[in-house]
């Protein structure tokens, strides 16, 4: 990490800042404890010295935190189909992965903001558009479309994501034991991982329920998961400063960040080593209305003390970037999407999420996502270090391009730098006035609408036979196993 940007990061939250949220957190985990509905999860918790307080909350030591800290291992794999594309996730500043937003309810209209219900098909294209954008390097669940079962939904998607993309599939949402199983069978299949050498099939995210509950079935599927081994676990609070956490932004990390310690401890109590990282998505309210708001730039701000957090503990960190309030795709989308991606990206954490986020997170369009790899094209760039080695600095080259009088265009020096020193657009229009005013196009999302359409149209990158067969068994055979009898075929339902 350069200098400016490990300045950046302090000056918005220096070490004291940080060490003093970890202390607070250690302190409300001891004093208010974690209402676990779980009986099996506190039975846990229990057994490794933690007590009962008289409100029946789980009160948690110091101590019990530290050990379960130390027992997460610092380094891991989150395989993909494609081998090259596989992320190494640590809590170490460096390259930073992007991935979508998962589960939005509705897609949106980019210019009117008027929403529907989503379905497979939208999935499907959302899918095939995030395997062509450059700044994304993890896939997941756009999406819940409600034209399948819900109960099948996150092995629907799955399926959908693994057609679509050979990049790191992110597992969808879990709200049931069985979910996490059929899942991280279908990711073996796709990947060919199973745990072994620190390489794993499939993450899968787990949230406590703000402020400081561990709920019973997600619990459950949380520790049956880890015992089985053989995924990768994210511990995804959603605090809401002044509704579900404390009104006071630092107070809100820290009670954020004792839900994500809670976690972690019931995480490695159920099975020591399993891997485990820090899924920060604390939001702001309109102090007006009380309504949860993304756009502000607390997001970002939230972000960055975050990531500082999960590092202080060794855990990877998967936090917020693009992201905004407005109804459409306006000037408000673009400042907000701007600066909250900016911010999340200046404490390089291993993971950002956020793309295609649109409404505080309701819905999502396939416009978006284009817009947001430009967005984040020019945000990667702008936190890039330059060059200013003797090359770079050729005085020689200099005083030649200021005596020749032919400008420095026709220079060597310029030609060798002129492509990587300036920003490649992805999306933004540079031509001119006239050729503008002559396209009839009216802004960006007219411009997305283009290349969305140029990259749905493409054929999707499929999947062998042998492989497509297992997918569609198991979710038969998962649906059996439930007592679902009617589900949509999988092969037609991905058009096949």
């Not at 379960?68 to 992320?87: I, K, M, N, Q, T």
């Not at 890039?384 to 770079?392: M, Q, S, V």
Request: charged share 20%.
């Amino acid at each position: 990490m350069s200098r400016l940007m490990a300045s950046t990061a302090i000056d918005i939250w220096p070490d004291e800042a940080i060490e003093a949220m970890h202390l607070a957190s250690m302190a409300l985990l001891e004093r208010a404890g974690v209402k676990v509905e779980s009986p099996a999860a506190r039975g846990l918790f229990l057994a490794a010295g933690c007590a009962l307080s008289a409100a029946d909350r789980v009160l948690v030591p110091r101590a019990v935190v530290d050990d379960a800290v130390a027992a997460c291992p610092a380094s891991y794999s989150l395989a993909a189909r494609d081998p090259e594309r596989s992320l190494v996730l640590d809590a170490e500043p460096g390259v930073t992965y992007v991935h979508n937003m998962g589960g939005a309810r509705d897609v949106i209209d980019s210019r009117t903001g008027a929403g529907r219900r989503a379905r497979l098909s939208d999935q499907i294209r959302a899918c095939r558009v995030m395997h062509s954008l450059v700044n994304q390097s993890q896939v997941t669940s756009l999406w819940q479309p409600e034209d399948v079962p819900d109960v099948l939904e996150p092995l629907y998607s799955y399926l959908v994501l693994a057609h679509e993309t050979d990049k790191a599939i992110g597992g969808p949402g879990i709200s049931h034991p069985f979910q996490a199983r059929y899942l991280q069978e279908m990711a073996a299949v796709v990947t060919g991982a199973d745990g072994s050498n620190d390489v794993y099939p499939v993450d899968l995210a787990f949230s406590p329920v703000s402020p400081l509950v561990l709920g019973g079935e997600v619990t459950d599927a949380l520790v049956a998961q880890v015992r089985r081994g053989g995924a990768i676990i994210e511990i995804l609070p959603c605090p809401a400063a002044a509704t579900t956490a404390p009104g006071a932004l630092s107070a809100a990390l820290a009670q954020q960040n004792a839900e994500v310690l809670a976690g972690v401890v019931l995480t490695q109590l159920a099975a020591p080593g399993t891997p485990v990282y820090y899924g920060p998505r604390l939001s702001a309210v309109d102090p007006r209305s009380g309504v949860v708001v993304s756009g502000t730039p607390e997001t970002g701000v939230a972000s960055v003390a975050a990531v500082l957090l999960a590092r202080r503990y060794g855990l990877a960190c998967d936090c917020y970037g693009p992201c905004s309030d407005s109804k459409v795709v306006d000037a408000q989308f673009g400042y907000e999407r701007a600066v909250n991606a900016l911010l999340g990206v200046a404490a390089r954490p291993r993971l950002l999420s956020g793309i295609g986020e649109m409404q505080a997170g309701v819905g999502s369009c396939l416009e978006v996502l284009v817009i947001d790899d430009e967005v984040l094209n020019n945000v990667f760039y702008a936190l890039a270090e330059r060059p200013w080695d003797a090359d770079a600095l050729d005085v020689e080259a200099m005083v030649d391009g200021v005596l020749s009088g032919r400008g420095f265009l026709g220079t060597r020096h310029t030609r060798r730098y002129i492509r990587s020193e300036f920003v490649t657009p992805l999306l933004s229009y540079r031509g001119g006035l006239n050729e503008w005013l002559a396209s009839g196009r009216a802004g960006v999302a007219d411009l997305a609408g283009e290349k969305v359409a140029a990259l749905v149209g493409r054929e999707p990158l499929g999947l062998p036979d042998d492989l497509l067969e297992e997918l569609c068994g198991l979710i038969a055979r998962c649906a059996a196993e439930i007592g679902v009898r009617e589900y949509p075929d999988p092969r037609r339902a991905l058009g096949l």
